[in-house]
């Protein structure tokens, strides 16, 4: 297309050429955004305009306004959006704690099959949720589970489907997650490092707090913000298992999407989801550059 | 030293039993049930169960559908990314990253809200007509559109590693030189370097697609993942059996993939 518009200043041969070149380039990406556009953007952007138009009820008149963002973050909505960051940062930081040994243990050990098959584990096991996870938690940990009755967990106040449930469920892909997140950095660990700190009369406490510790900070913190995004977005784990005694922000928003609450309520339920954006914006946010500085110091 | 290995076997059996016990647990729930002992009711009364083969067949339709599409879309752009459109890298990075900061319940929200448009605004457009056909109950297109989504994030960052680790331009030139269309280049001699990457991207959306469950589940269909929510409140043996043996073939698949495409690198958390 170029080559047939020649402009008078920049229409050498070479440039119109390597203009021809570049064109199918160009195409090639085109339908992948316009798809994009479509299928991503336009309900991002009904999301966005939902959640911040009200319609007068006696006019029907509709407006921009705030009102759902202020109903979003009230009362039973407050309850279930706090509800949710207090169950995805307890169980992200209990996983990343019990992931960083597990990892440890797996990168220190001499075995290849083992760490092999612990690594394949953790991806086929951090890729494990939603329904299928819940029903397996239910025959085990639930009211008829096969622990429950023979351990006789109830009599001593074991109830499946609360908060510290859902932490135990959670746990099943988070640990893994973890030890995918945690294995590379814990790998580039020079074995200098550990040396040199011995040397000099450190112990191993020491070489921990001092040397592999502050190197490990970063994607520590990224592995953190990774799980605490992973669990607040989840929601087939929750649905099946909880029902609604858990109050939680996914939740909340497929009752109100499916009509179960007030009607009307539609909107505030896309208010919602745009808070859950602005958290998971925020997970990101923090996220790709820990990444990025963890990677400067362990490429 | 000694200390050291009591502890990672300490740190490792932990780890092993709380993976191991609950699928233990699952099994014996599915085929101890009390008052009738041991019994593989649950397994052989699966086949018959209602919906159960409409339902295993709407997901990998689904799923080959979205495979298709994703690929479709993302080969040709990662492919050209590195052959002469990298000013565009950033945007088409930017772009299939996207999907990753809205929660799916989020996303479906919006869709939902498009979704209304149609009986609302549209219905004496022919924009209607599209609407309506999209939401077929018998073939959800709307699906196949958001599943590519969410699986795009994935499928791309596949691709993206797969070709890095291929010179496509002198691949491509090579090709050129002998003689070979745009076409035939691109099939015959990048597509093979990528098989890798394909089988990879494809098992990831395979995975995703057949234990996806908010999106379905508040659009109102029944793939397999709802219809297995669905039997559970009358036949909690029966919705746990079908769990075990979703893990299983979701399992085998991820291995099959770890094996293809080296260890698995994967946030695909589907919670």
Redesign the interface.
């Given at each position: 297309m170029t080559a047939t518009l020649p402009r008078a200043d920049t229409a050498t041969a070479a440039g119109a050429k390597r203009r021809r070149?570049?064109a199918?380039?160009?195409?090639?990406?085109v339908?992948?955004?316009a798809?994009?556009a479509?299928?991503?953007g336009?309900?991002?952007?009904?999301?966005l305009?939902?959640a911040f138009s009200v319609k007068d009820p006696a006019t029907g008149a509709g407006s921009y306004s705030t009102a759902n963002l202020t109903d979003s973050l009230q009362g039973a909505y407050l309850t279930a959006l706090l509800g949710s960051i207090k169950l995805s940062a307890v169980s992200a930081a209990l996983g990343a704690l019990l992931g960083l040994?597990?990892a440890?243990?797996?990168v220190?050990?001499r075995s290849r099959a083992?760490r092999?098959g612990?690594?394949?584990?953790s991806?086929?096991?951090?890729?494990?949720?939603?329904?299928?996870?819940a029903?397996?938690?239910?025959?085990?940990?639930g009211n008829?589970?096969?622990?429950t009755q023979h351990l006789g967990l109830k009599d001593k106040g074991w109830d499946l489907y609360s908060f510290w449930g859902l932490v135990i469920v959670?746990?099943?892909?988070l640990?893994p997650?973890m030890v995918?997140?945690i294995t590379p950095a814990l790998e580039g660990l020079r074995v200098q490092w550990r040396e040199a700190a011995q040397n000099n009369g450190a112990t191993g406490v020491q070489y921990w707090l001092h040397v592999a510790l502050p190197v490990l900070t970063p994607t520590l913190l990224g592995g953190f913000v990774?799980l605490f995004g992973?669990?607040?977005?989840?929601?087939?784990?929750a649905?099946?298992m909880v029902g609604s005694s858990v109050p939680l922000i996914?939740l909340q928003?497929?009752d109100a999407?499916?009509g179960n609450v007030l009607v009307g309520q539609?909107n505030v339920?896309?208010a919602?989801?745009?808070d859950?954006?602005l958290v998971?914006?925020l997970v990101?946010a923090v996220y790709l550059p820990l990444q990025r500085r963890s990677a400067r110091w362990l490429a | 030293m000694a200390r050291?290995t009591l502890?990672?076997w300490g740190?490792?059996g932990l780890?092993g039993v709380?993976?191991l016990?609950?699928?233990a647990?699952?099994v014996?729930?599915?085929v101890?049930v009390?008052g009738q002992g041991i019994t593989f009711d649950a397994y052989t009364q699966l086949l018959s169960a209602d919906g159960f083969g409409s339902s295993l067949l709407l997901s990998l339709e689904l799923a080959a559908a979205t495979i298709a599409v994703v690929l479709?879309?993302?080969v040709?752009?990662t492919?050209?990314?590195r052959?002469?459109?990298a000013r565009?890298r950033p945007?088409?990075e930017v772009?299939?990253?996207?999907?990753?900061?809205?929660?799916?319940?989020?996303?479906?929200?919006?869709?939902?809200?498009?979704l209304k448009?149609g009986p609302d605004h549209l219905s004496r457009t022919p924009l209607f007509q599209t609407f309506v056909a999209i939401q077929n109950p018998d073939f959800p297109v709307v699906l196949v559109?958001?599943y590519?989504?969410l699986a795009?994030p994935f499928v791309y960052r596949a691709l993206d590693a797969g070709l890095a680790a291929v010179d496509v331009r002198t691949l491509v030139e090579a090709a050129r030189s002998c003689g070979a269309s745009?076409p035939q280049a691109l099939i015959r001699a990048v597509l093979p370097n990528l098989r890798g990457a394909l089988l990879n991207a494809s098992f990831l959306t395979l995975?995703l697609v057949l234990?996806?469950?908010?999106i379905a589940?508040?659009l109102g269909f029944q793939p397999f993942?709802v219809w297995?929510?669905s039997v559970?409140g009358a036949n909690?043996q029966l919705?746990?059996a079908?769990?075990?043996l979703?893990?299983l073939v979701?399992?085998l698949l991820?291995?099959a993939l770890?094996g293809v495409g080296g260890?698995?690198?994967?946030?695909?958390?589907?919670?």
């Open positions: 070149r570049r199918p380039g160009w195409l090639a990406v339908p992948l955004l798809f994009t479509i299928a991503f336009l309900p991002a952007l009904a999301m305009d939902g040994p597990l440890q243990a797996v220190t050990s083992l092999e612990v690594l394949t584990a991806g086929v096991l951090a890729n494990f949720g939603g329904v299928p996870l029903f397996a938690f239910v025959a085990t940990l008829a589970g096969v622990l959670y746990l099943y892909f640990i997650l995918l997140t990774l992973s669990a607040f977005a989840a929601y087939a784990t649905a099946a996914t928003i497929a999407l499916s539609e339920a896309l919602l989801s745009f859950m954006v998971a914006g990101m | 050291l502890w990672r740190a490792l780890a709380y993976f016990v609950p699928l647990a699952s014996v729930f599915t101890d009390p479709l879309l993302t040709p752009a492919v050209a990314l052959l002469g459109a565009l945007v088409v772009v299939c990253s996207l999907p990753l900061v809205v929660p799916p319940i989020a996303f479906v929200a919006g869709i939902v809200t498009v448009w559109l958001a590519v989504v795009l745009w995975a234990g996806e469950f908010t589940r508040l993942a297995i929510y559970s909690a919705s746990v079908v769990s075990v979703s893990l979701t399992w991820l291995l770890a260890r698995s690198r994967t946030t695909a958390s589907r919670g």
